[in-house]
């Protein structure tokens, strides 16, 4: 039903959109926002392990469609995902179908009302949130692969201040009810999910204090000097609590180093580094970056030292060197953006 829904919306805009300024005899494009755009990617991810007891070969490949809609009442944002995954132990192949977020925004900057399913990054952390009350779970090496929100009302409210040492603050208030794709969020019997988050920009420092139905937690990031940046979070859920700490340092001549501990306190310690490199040698438009995580508690470790390139036509090619308490391997990701 969700799928129709979206096919509709999509038909019904772009029916709206053509032929209403045809008898007008100018191009609209150059003079008005698009009311419907779409743009997306597709993407070949492919890894290699050498082990002790066998080679592995996996891949997960995905293609990802997102439209924009901004039409009388619509400001909607669909944004879906078809995956196919291979592996080469299991000899088995999958795919499925992925709705990552489809939101209709009401009201303005100062003030929104926002409905739909979404994604609800809450913390400060690179590798981890101890605030993701409202967030699946994520790989500490690509949390950007984390895409698929769920359902829920947000309310926000944004206001700044002059002469004042709180310089900007944002209430937001959401609410989650319980649906097929919202029961990661439920404790046994749970009904709903609700939380609430205020913002707070006081002495050129990000603050933010969450309170959920049965969670809370706090974070914090400033600038300690000019290209340092330190941050931390608590967050504390019935049964377990955890913290990070960490820090995100950039030079002058474009080395960026982000390093963090995470405490979990129920699935474990780790340390995360990541080390790039913009343009090395005068090579524009790529980049050198290493990525490390250990677990403090059994010693399992992985690290990628790779490049990748951006074609500046939507093309970016990205190869890794990897090894992992397994063994090692390599990481082939070639990426189109449309």
Known sequence: MIYLFNFALILFSSVAYSGEYDDLGFDVESFEKKTIEFKGYARIDYTFLDTSVRDKQTSLNEFNLQTDIDKYVFDIHNDLSIYYKTDSITKESSSHFVLNSLTQTFGEERFSLEVGKKVERWGKGYSYNSLAFFERQKDPIFPELAREGFWM???????????????????????APRTKDNDYLFSEGAQSNYGAKIYLLIWDIDFDLIVAKDSYGTDLS?????????????????NSESYLLGFRYQSIID????GEYVDTHQDGRFHYL?????????????????????????DSYRSFLGVNYDFKNGLVLDGSLLKNTQGKGIKALVQYFF
């Open 153 to 175: 009302g947000e309310a926000q409210m944004t206001k700044s201040l002059a002469d004042s040492a709180i310089k900007n603050y944002t209430l937001t208030v959401l609410g």
């Open 222 to 238: 400033l600038n300690l000097v000019e290209g340092l940046e330190v941050h931390g979070e608590y967050g504390k859920l019935p």
């Open 255 to 258: 080395t960026t180093i982000v």
């Open 274 to 298: 990541k080390v790039t490199q913009k343009e090395p040698f005068n090579w524009v438009y790529s980049n050198v970056y290493l990525l490390y995580t250990k677990n403090t508690d059994d």
